[in-house]
C-alpha cells in the first residue's frame, strides 16, 4: 500500500458566525479559495498536478451548494486539470475529506490532493439545508430524532457531569486557546483573511474570550431546556433511554462550540508526488475510521471511531502522543476522556471550539493541522484526531510526524 | 339511496339518503350510487351545475366501519382509495360547478366528500360538527382529507385537526376556511343554488387545481414547514410514546403528499390509508372504541322485557369525593339528588363541590350561568333519610365499613318504595355480602364508579347473588341516563377492573422486588401505553390502601392466602416506614413541595437495582401480560360475563391502551396460540400470576378466538 503523506496545513481565522462577526463580509466560496490560494501559493503548486480538491461542507444549499469544492477552485485560479468534490460528514466533513483523500493516494488511485473545508455559519445557518432526518415523521420515530443540544445535555446527565464540570472545562478551554494564540502556536497555519484590496478582514480568532470564569459563566442560561420541554424533544430521548428519570439541560453559549466562518485546505500525497515539487512531508497518516451509533445519543462516536483507527493502525491508546477531539460540547470531551481514561492535560492542549468556533465543515481539517503544529512544536510524534458527528457517528485519523 | 333530479335552472340536486339508517353512511353501495349521479350529471348537457346534499339532519356521518373492515387486503384497499379518487378528481376537475349544501354535521368521510366539492355552505345548525376523527378510531382520513384540508387551511392548522381528530362547529369550520358560508339553517341549498348561478361558479376551480395556486402559510419545504414537522414529530412521540401509527402516518400524508401535485398526494395518502385500515392498532380501537362502546352505549346486554326506567330522584349517601362527583353527574343529566351525609357541613361541602365545577366550564365559556343555578338547585343536601322517599334508586358511596354501609342500607331502605334500586358504590367489598343487610336484596346491586366520578366514563355494575334481572336493567337504564357507559359483571372479590388493575400495579412493586430500577419501571408503564408508570400509581390510589386490602384478603382467605412480592413491598412501605403514597407525600415518590417529584432515593437502598437491568420491552411485556393473563381468568370464572365488557372496562376504567384493544383484545391480536406460549414462558420465569389460564389452552387447542375481527 502507497503511504499518504500531509505535506502542509492551512486555515482561516474564525469568525464570529452572524451577521456583524468579521467573515461575514466575505462568501463562503471566497473563504474556500482564499485556504485554496495559499496551500499553493506557500508550496509553490503547479495546480495541473492536483488530482482532486474534496472539501467538507455541512449546509449545502444556497451559496454554498452545488459542489462548492469545484468552484472555489476555479475561482481560486487553479488548473481547469483540478476536479473538486463536495462532501458531507457532518461535523467530521473536513477531516473526513482528508481521510477520503489519504485512501485515494494510499490506494494508488491519485497522486496529490488538497482536502479542506468550508462553513460560513453567518451566511448559510445551520438547519439551511434542511434533510429528511427530523422532518420526515416515518424517519424521526424510526431513530427517536432529537436535536445535538438535546444529546448533549442528555449525555452529561446520563454520565453524572455537573453543570460546574462542563464549565471548569470550558474555562480551561478559553485559557488554552488564549495560551496557544499568546504563544503564536497557530503561526504556521493561520492564513489571515484578506479582501480583494489586500487588506486584513480577520487575521485572530474572533470569538475568544479569555477572561471567562466559572462566575461568568454560571450566568449563561441553559441554551437548550426550551426547545427539550416546549417540542416534546426531552421525552423522546428519555423514552429512548428508560432508564433515566429527567434530563439536566447543562450545557449553554459558554459550554459549547461556538458559531464561527471558517476554512481550511490540506495538502496531501505521495511520496513520489511530493518529491517532484521538492516538498517535504510533515506527517504521515496511519489510519483513519469512522463509525456509526445510536443516533438519538448522537455524541457518543469518537472513542469508537478512535478505538476502530487504533486497531486499523495496529497500534494502542498509549501509543498516542496528543489526542485532539472538537469541542462540540464539553459533555462530549469529557465523556470520551471518561471511556478511554485520558488526561486532561494530553487533550486539547491549544484548547478548541468552545474558545475559537466550529466552523462545521471545515473544523476537521483545522484540528488535524492544530495537531500537526503542536506535534512539531512539542517535539511529540503520534495524534489522533477525532469528532463527534450527526445521527451518532464519529470519525478519527491518526497521524505520525516524519 | 341517492336522490337525483334536475330543475328548471339546469341544477342537478344529488341527494344522500339511505334508507332504514339515521345517517347517511359512505360505503360500496353508497359511494357506487353516489358516483354514478355525479357522472350521469357531468354527461347531461342539461346540467350546468351540482348541488350535493342530504335528505337527512346530517349530511354524511363518515365512512361504514363495518364495511371498511370487510375489505381486507392493503392491496384491496389501496385500489378501493384510488378508485374512489378517480371517480372524485372527476367532477372535481370537470366543467362543471358543484356546491355541497350541509344541513347538519359532516364528519370523516362526510367532509371529506364536502371538500371535494367547489362550494361548501353550512345551515347554521348548533348541533352540527365538521371534523376528521379518523385518527381516533386508529385509522386517517383515507378519502382525501388530508390531502384536502392541508391544502386548503394549510398545514399548520389542518395537522391539529387531523391528528387529534377534533370537531368544530360551523363557526369555527367558517373560521378557518373549511366552509365558505354559514347560512340559516333551511337556506343552505338556496345559498348553495345561489352559488351554483352566480359568474363566481362558471370559473370554479379547486385551489389545487388552480394554476399558481399556493397553500395558506406556505408549502412544507419551507423552512417554516421543517420547523414545524420536526416539531410535531417530536410532539407527537411524547404524546403517542409511537404506539399510535395512525397520527405518525397523517404528518407523513401531509409533509409528504404537500411536497407533489394533489393527484400524486391522493396516491401516497391511499398508501398510508390501506396501511392503517389493514393494522392491529385500528382493528382494536374499532372493535373496542366504536362497536364496543356503540352497543354499550345501546344497553345491548340488558335484560329484555323490562320497561325503561325514568329517573327524576335518586339519592346518594355520603357527600365525599365521590358521592358529590356521582351527584354532580346526575344532576348534570337533569336528574334531582338528595345528597345525604352525617353532618349538614358534610353534605354542604358535596354540593359545594360540583358548584365549584359548574362556575369553573361557566368560566371556560362550557355552560351557562343560569344552566348551573339550574342543576345547582337539582342538589339536596341533608341528614335525613326521610328525604329519600320517591327517590328510584339511591347510591350508597359511604365509608368501605360493612357495618357502616349496612346501616345506611337499612335506613334508606325504611323510606325507599319497594321498586327503588339500592346500589353500592363499593370497589372492593362483595355485593353479595353487603346484599345481607338488605331486607330486599333483589333489589341490590353495586354500582361501581371511577374517579372523579363526574368526570370518568365508566360504571362497572357488579351482580349480587340475589340481584333480579329487573334490577339490571333498571341500574343499565340509569348508568345511560346519566351519559355513562356501563360494563355488567358478577359479584367476586375486587369484581373485574378492581382486580385486573391491581394486577398492574402489583406487577411493577414486584419488578421493584426483583431490583428493576423504579425509574425503569415506570418508564416501561407508559412505553407500554398505560397512562401512569405502576410505581406512580400506587403512590396515587395509595400503598396504604393496598396494604390494608391485602390484610383484610388475608384474613378473609386464612391458609389460602399466597403471599406475593408485591405484598411484601406494600407491607414495607406502609407498614414499616409510613410511606404511604402520594396522600401524605411519601410514597415510592417524594413529593417536595414546589418541585417534580421523583423517585425516593431511600428505595435504592431498600431494594438494591440489579447490575443487570432487563430491556424495557420485556417489562412492557409483564406489566401488559400479567393484566390480560387474571383478565381471562375472570371470564373464565364467570366474573365477566362478555369479552368486549372486559375491554371496554379496561381502556375507560383504568386506561389500558387503546390501540391493543383491551386485555382481551392483545391477546387476540397476539393470536391465542402465540399468547399460551408467551405466558407459558412467563410464567416459567417470573410464577403462578401467569400461569395460562384453561379458558385460553381450550380456545388455542380448538382455534377460537375472543372476536371475529
Given at each position: ?21 468579521s467573515?461575514?463580509?466575505?462568501t ?65 466533513s ?30 448559510v ?27 448533549a ?22 485559557r ?7 504563544e ?46 416546549s417540542?416534546?424533544?426531552d ?14 439541560h ?57 478505538e476502530k ?6 497500534m ?63 517535539g ?15 470519525t478519527?485519523?491518526?497521524i505520525?510526524?516524519? | ?40 350529471a ?46 372524485t ?10 356546491a ?6 359532516a ?58 381528530g ?38 370554479a ?19 417554516g ?105 346526575t ?9 345525604l ?11 359545594a ?12 365559556g ?34 368501605e ?5 349496612a ?98 400495579v ?5 419488578l ?160 391465542i ?13 417470573h ?23
Open positions: 500500500m502507497t503511504e499518504a503523506y500531509i505535506y502542509d496545513a492551512v486555515r482561516t481565522p474564525r469568525g464570529r458566525g452572524r451577521p456583524g462577526g467573515l461575514n463580509q466575505v463562503p466560496v471566497y473563504l474556500a479559495a482564499h485556504a485554496l490560494k495559499a496551500i499553493r501559493d506557500r508550496n509553490g503548486l503547479d495546480t495541473a498536478q492536483v488530482d482532486d480538491v474534496i472539501l467538507g461542507c455541512v449546509e449545502q444549499v444556497g451559496e454554498q451548494a452545488a459542489d462548492i469544492a469545484r468552484v472555489a477552485a476555479l475561482y481560486a485560479g487553479y488548473d481547469l486539470a483540478a476536479a473538486g468534490v463536495t462532501i458531507n460528514r457532518f461535523c467530521a473536513g477531516l473526513e475529506a482528508c481521510n477520503l483523500a489519504a485512501g485515494q493516494v494510499m490506494a494508488g488511485m491519485t497522486d496529490l490532493m488538497i482536502a479542506g473545508g468550508v462553513e460560513s455559519m453567518s451566511r445557518p445551520m438547519m439551511s439545508a434542511g434533510g429528511a432526518w427530523s422532518v420526515d415523521p416515518q424517519v424521526a420515530a424510526a431513530t427517536a430524532f432529537v436535536p445535538q443540544g438535546i444529546s445535555d442528555f449525555m452529561a446527565t446520563r454520565w453524572g457531569m455537573s453543570r460546574r464540570d462542563l464549565d471548569a472545562y470550558a474555562v480551561e478551554s478559553q488554552r486557546a488564549a495560551r496557544a494564540w499568546g503564536d502556536r497557530f503561526k504556521r497555519s493561520i492564513v489571515p483573511v484578506t479582501d480583494l484590496n489586500g487588506l486584513t478582514v480577520l487575521d485572530h480568532d474572533e470569538t475568544m474570550r479569555p477572561d471567562a470564569t466559572l462566575e461568568s459563566l454560571a450566568q449563561l442560561k441553559p441554551a437548550f431546556a426550551e426547545q427539550g420541554r417540542l416534546g424533544f421525552s423522546v430521548i428519555l423514552q429512548r433511554y428508560p432508564e433515566v428519570a429527567q434530563i439536566e447543562v450545557h449553554h453559549a459558554g459550554n459549547s462550540s461556538g458559531i464561527v466562518d471558517g476554512a481550511a485546505a490540506v495538502l496531501i500525497g505521495n511520496r513520489a508526488s511530493g518529491d517532484a515539487l521538492g516538498l517535504r512531508p510533515r506527517a504521515r497518516i496511519r489510519a483513519y475510521a469512522s463509525i456509526g451509533s445510536e443516533p438519538s445519543i448522537m455524541l457518543t462516536g469518537p472513542s469508537y471511531a478512535a483507527a487504533l486497531r486499523r493502525a495496529g494502542s491508546k498509549g501509543d498516542i502522543d496528543l489526542w485532539e477531539l472538537n469541542e462540540a460540547f464539553a459533555a462530549v470531551v469529557l465523556r470520551f476522556m471518561q471511556v478511554l481514561d485520558i488526561d486532561h492535560g494530553d487533550i486539547n492542549v491549544c484548547g478548541g471550539a468552545i474558545a475559537m468556533g466550529h466552523p462545521l465543515g471545515a473544523t476537521g481539517a483545522m484540528i488535524l493541522g492544530t495537531a500537526l503544529d503542536e506535534l512539531e512544536r512539542s511529540q510524534t503520534t495524534a489522533l484526531v477525532t469528532l463527534c458527528v450527526g445521527a451518532g457517528m464519529g478519527a485519523t491518526i505520525e510526524r516524519v | 339511496m341517492i336522490n337525483y333530479s334536475v330543475d328548471g335552472d339546469g341544477i342537478a340536486v344529488v341527494e344522500w339518503d339511505q334508507p332504514g339508517r339515521p345517517q347517511n353512511v359512505m360505503n360500496g353501495p353508497s359511494l357506487e350510487a353516489f358516483f354514478a349521479a355525479m357522472d350521469g357531468l354527461a347531461d348537457d342539461a346540467v350546468r351545475g351540482i348541488l350535493v346534499t342530504s335528505a337527512k339532519r346530517d349530511f354524511v356521518a363518515g365512512g361504514d366501519l363495518q364495511w371498511l373492515q370487510r375489505i381486507g387486503s392493503a392491496a384491496e384497499v389501496f385500489e378501493w382509495a384510488s378508485g374512489y379518487h378517480a371517480a378528481r372527476r367532477y372535481e376537475r370537470g366543467p362543471k360547478p358543484v355541497c349544501a350541509l344541513p347538519g354535521s364528519l370523516g368521510g362526510g367532509l371529506e366528500l364536502a371538500l371535494t366539492c367547489h362550494y361548501r355552505v353550512a345551515a347554521d345548525n348548533p348541533g352540527a360538527r365538521f371534523g376528521l376523527p379518523e385518527a381516533t378510531l386508529g385509522l386517517l382520513p383515507g378519502g382525501g382529507g388530508t390531502q384536502r384540508l392541508a391544502r386548503l387551511i394549510g398545514y399548520a392548522a389542518a395537522v391539529p385537526l387531523l391528528t387529534e377534533q370537531r368544530v362547529r360551523a363557526a369555527a369550520a367558517l373560521g378557518q376556511g373549511i366552509l365558505d358560508a354559514v347560512v340559516p339553517a333551511g337556506s343552505e341549498r338556496d345559498a348553495a343554488r345561489t352559488w351554483l348561478l352566480s359568474e363566481a361558479a362558471g370559473s376551480r379547486q385551489p389545487w387545481d388552480r394554476k399558481g395556486g399556493s397553500i395558506p402559510g406556505g408549502g412544507v419545504n419551507t423552512p414547514g421543517f420547523q414545524f414537522f420536526t416539531a410535531a414529530n417530536a410532539l407527537l412521540r411524547a404524546r403517542t410514546f409511537d404506539n399510535y401509527p395512525a397520527p405518525r402516518h397523517i404528518l407523513s400524508c401531509v409533509w409528504e403528499g404537500l411536497g407533489t401535485d394533489i393527484d400524486t398526494g391522493l396516491l401516497i395518502e391511499a398508501r398510508y390509508f390501506a396501511a392503517c385500515v389493514t393494522s392491529a392498532e385500528a382493528k382494536n380501537m374499532i372493535r373496542t372504541q366504536f362497536f364496543g362502546l356503540q352497543q354499550a352505549g345501546k344497553l345491548a346486554t340488558r335484560p329484555q322485557g323490562v320497561p325503561t326506567s325514568q329517573f327524576s330522584r335518586i339519592g346518594v349517601l355520603g357527600a365525599g369525593m365521590m358521592g358529590a362527583g356521582i351527584a354532580m353527574a344532576a348534570n343529566a337533569g336528574i334531582e339528588v338528595v345528597l351525609d352525617s353532618s349538614v357541613e358534610a353534605a354542604d361541602r358535596g354540593k363541590y360540583a358548584v365549584a365545577q359548574w362556575a369553573k366550564w361557566c368560566e371556560q362550557r355552560l351557562q350561568p343560569a344552566a348551573a343555578q339550574a342543576r345547582a338547585a337539582l342538589i339536596h343536601p341533608t341528614t335525613d333519610f326521610a328525604e329519600l322517599a320517591g327517590c328510584e334508586l339511591v347510591v350508597e358511596a359511604v365509608f365499613d360493612r357495618a357502616i354501609k346501616d345506611v342500607t337499612r335506613r334508606a331502605e325504611a323510606v325507599l318504595g319497594a321498586d327503588a334500586v339500592f346500589a353500592s358504590n363499593t370497589s372492593t367489598l362483595p355485593i353479595t355480602g353487603l346484599a345481607e343487610a338488605s331486607g330486599r336484596p333483589t333489589g341490590f346491586i353495586g354500582l361501581h364508579f371511577f374517579s372523579p366520578a363526574e368526570k370518568m366514563p365508566l360504571v362497572e355494575i357488579i351482580m349480587g347473588g340475589q340481584t333480579a334481572a329487573a334490577t339490571l336493567a333498571r341500574a343499565m337504564d340509569f348508568v345511560k341516563a346519566i351519559g355513562k357507559t356501563p360494563i355488567v359483571v358478577n359479584d367476586a372479590r375486587g369484581f373485574y377492573t378492581s382486580r385486573v388493575f391491581s394486577t398492574y402489583r406487577e411493577g412493586m414486584a421493584l422486588q426483583e431490583g428493576v430500577d423504579p425509574v425503569l419501571i415506570d418508564k416501561a408503564g407508559l412505553l407500554a401505553g398505560m397512562p401512569v408508570g405502576p410505581l406512580a400509581l400506587a403512590d396515587e390510589v395509595s400503598i396504604e390502601l393496598m396494604y390494608k386490602i391485602v390484610a383484610q384478603t388475608r384474613q378473609d382467605l386464612g391458609a389460602a392466602y399466597v403471599e406475593s412480592a408485591a405484598d411484601q413491598v406494600a407491607a414495607h412501605m406502609a407498614g414499616t416506614l409510613g410511606r404511604l403514597g402520594r396522600k401524605n407525600g411519601k410514597g415510592f415518590y417524594d413529593y417536595p413541595e414546589g418541585g417534580r417529584k421523583h423517585i425516593w432515593p431511600g428505595l435504592a437502598g431498600l431494594f438494591p437495582p440489579g447490575p443487570q437491568q432487563p430491556a424495557a420491552a420485556e417489562l412492557v411485556e409483564r406489566l401488559i401480560m400479567v393484566q390480560c393473563a387474571e383478565t381471562v381468568r375472570c371470564l373464565e370464572e364467570g366474573v365477566l360475563r362478555a369479552a368486549i365488557d372486559a375491554d371496554i372496562g379496561a381502556l375507560l376504567g383504568w386506561g389500558f391502551p387503546a390501540f391493543r384493544g383491551g386485555p382481551l383484545g392483545w391477546l387476540h391480536t397476539l393470536g396460540a402465540r399468547a399460551v406460549a408467551d405466558l407459558e414462558r412467563l410464567a416459567q420465569a410464577g403462578d400470576r401467569f400461569a395460562v389460564p384453561g379458558l385460553l389452552h381450550d380456545m388455542a387447542a380448538r382455534g377460537e378466538s375472543f372476536y371475529a375481527i
